[in-house]
Structure formats: C-alpha cells, structure tokens
C-alpha cells in the first residue's frame, strides 16, 4: 500500500471557524491531490499540486485553499467552514506518466469532517 | 459538463453471479485512460483495473474485466462470479491525456446477495 496518511480521521467543527486538513505521503511523488465524495457526486476534486508550492483549481475549489510546502505534505484549509463543506475528503497522490496514458492514483484513508 | 456517467444508482447480485456495472464517458481527447475504482464500507479507495483509449483488447484483471466499446463511449466493468466481499461502491473515472486529473462518476452501489 502507498504510503498516505490523513490527520484528522474524523473532525466535527462549527460553521464559520477555520479548518486545515493535512495529507503526508512517504512516496516521494510529486503529484498530490484533494478530493470530495458526496453523495450523487463521486468524487470531485478540489485543488492538486504538480511540485512543491505549485497548485492549481479544480472544479470545486470554492472556499478551499491549499498549501505544499515541501513534497511530502499537502495541507487543505477551509478558511470558514460552512454546512455545506461537511463532507468526506480524500488525498490522493501519483507520478506522472511516461510515455503512457496510465497514472495510477493512490488514495488516502479519508477525513470526515462535519460542519455544525 | 459531466464528463463520467454511471446510471445505475445500485445494483443487486446474487452471489457467483456475474454483474455488469455501465459507465459511459464523454470526451474530444482521441487519447484518455479510463479506470475502476472499487469502495468498500471501511472506505478506502481501491483501483481494480485501467484501459487506455489505444489499448486493442479489453483490460482484464482477475474476476474484474473492463468492457471497452471506444465508439460507443462506454467502458463497462464486468465482475464474474461474485462474492459477498464485492458489495461496494464502484467509480469509474477518466484521465485525459495532458491532464493529469481523474473525472470521477457518481458511483454504482454494488450488493452481493448470498
């Protein structure tokens, strides 16, 4: 298994106050990426990283910031939680491909945080 | 636009039974990889099997195999004799190429029925 850890598993917050969720890999690779799962949605992502504090959008980015300060952690905040933000949050990493449409991505344990 | 559907909410399977989970995919990209990913209830994200839009046979992996129709846009995954430990959630999920982001579908609930 690839080695991903999420902190906090589980966090139950109230609504307005500021909530950082850390991802931290030992793969040494250099994408990272943050995900949502909702119910009826999937899993939609929120915000990746192709390098150290090199980030970008992704379709739901709203509300989310992120950070990448060095290759092994990818910090995802919410800088005033909202009901609406209670969700399950999926890490994930990869590499990138070579010659080759396959990029296996590696997912995370999951963080359920629950915005009162 | 909604880039992986997957129309089947859930699904029942009697067990040894196979089950055909459909996902189609909507893209301009001639070049895509298209992936299955299988959840459990503990909910950890497991990959089951990947097909590459210039791939020439179907993917297959053990009791999983992908059905890859490239004119038809669809890439059903098919599990063959199926076990209690199958019930899941299955996402299909597409990569194109230069990207390197997954689309995800809304999931099929998968439950085995002994």
């Known amino acids: ?116 | 636009a909604q880039k992986i559907t997957q129309t089947q909410p859930g699904m029942f399977v009697q067990e040894k039974e196979a089950v055909t989970l459909d996902c189609t995919y909507d893209t301009s990209d001639p070049s895509y990889g298209l992936f299955w990913y299988k959840q459990p209830s503990s909910g950890e994200m497991i990959f089951l099997i990947y097909q590459g839009s210039y791939d020439q046979q179907n993917a297959t992996e053990g009791r999983y195999s992908l059905n890859f129709q490239k004119a038809r846009k669809s890439a059903n995954l098919v599990i063959s004799a199926s076990q209690l430990g199958d019930s899941a959630m299955y996402f299909c999920a597409m990569r194109e190429a230069n990207d390197y982001k997954l689309s995800f579908g809304a999931g099929t609930t998968v439950t085995v029925r002994a």
Not at chain 1, 11 to 24: A, F, I, N, S, Y
Request: hydrophobic share 25%; proline share 5%.
């Open chain 1, 1 to 116: 298994d690839a080695g991903i850890t999420q902190s906090p598993r589980h966090k139950v917050t109230e609504t307005g106050t500021p909530v950082t969720l850390r991802c931290h890999q030992t793969e040494n690779h250099r994408y990272m990426y943050w995900y949502r799962q909702d119910p009826g949605h999937g899993l939609r992502l929120i915000h990746y990283s192709y390098g150290v504090k090199d980030t970008d959008k992704g379709e739901v980015s709203d509300g989310y910031s992120v950070s990448r300060s060095k290759t092994e952690d990818f910090l995802l905040t919410l800088e005033s939680a909202t009901s609406s933000q209670t969700s399950v949050y999926f890490c994930a990493i990869s590499e990138p491909p070579t010659g080759t449409l396959y990029n296996e991505q590696f997912f995370g344990p999951g963080t359920r945080l629950t915005v009162l």
